[in-house]
């Protein structure tokens, strides 16, 4: 499947567990933001071209968690808005960070990796430094949030 180039006015959803949400603020841990792997690049988010905020929590639920084998429950995760430019303009020595569209798809599609035409990546060194983490955090806000509000 080919990449296309994602536009600076563009935006991306990151998907957020709940157990990655500040209980006083509200707000994603710098944890939420870590690549996953954590020994990755890269942490996926999907691109708002092909996906909604709602689409993109909705496909959690077609993933399997890992560890139960078992789907995992949309319900408990949130979805963060990130502007591309804006992720693309953090000025922050080593830590620059670029976002590519990473589509996955297969054929036929394998039972707990369902197909993502808006899956994209956002790459870059994100590491231990929780600085940078959570200046990433201050430049995206909620499209889907915490229900307990």
């Known amino acids: 499947m080919k990449e296309i180039f994602i536009p600076n006015e563009d935006h991306v959803f990151c998907r957020i567990g709940i157990d990655?949400?500040?209980?006083?603020?509200?707000k994603p841990r710098a944890s939420a933001f870590r690549n996953t792997p954590v020994?990755?690049?890269?942490?996926s988010c999907d691109w708002d071209k092909y996906s909604t905020a709602e689409s993109?929590?909705?496909l959690i639920g077609r993933q399997l968690n890992l560890r139960t084998g078992k789907p995992k429950d949309p319900r408990k995760f949130c979805i963060y808005k990130f502007n591309v430019g804006t992720v693309r303009s953090i000025n922050f020595p080593g830590k620059g960070q670029e976002i590519?569209?990473?589509p996955i798809?297969?054929?036929?599609?394998?039972?707990?990796?369902?197909?993502?035409?808006?899956?994209?990546?956002m790459i870059g060194e994100?590491?231990?430094d929780e600085e940078f983490r959570?200046?990433?955090?201050d430049t995206?806000?909620?499209a889907i949030g915490p229900s307990w509000k």
């Open 140 to 142: 995206g806000c909620w």
């Open 56 to 58: 993109s929590r909705a």
């Open 100 to 102: 590519e569209h990473d």
């Open 126 to 128: 994100k590491g231990d």
């Open 105 to 121: 798809y297969n054929d036929p599609e394998i039972e707990g990796k369902p197909n993502n035409l808006a899956h994209s990546v």
């Open 39 to 43: 020994k990755g690049n890269n942490l």
């Open 20 to 26: 990655f949400i500040s209980s006083k603020d509200y």
């Open 134 to 137: 959570i200046k990433l955090a």
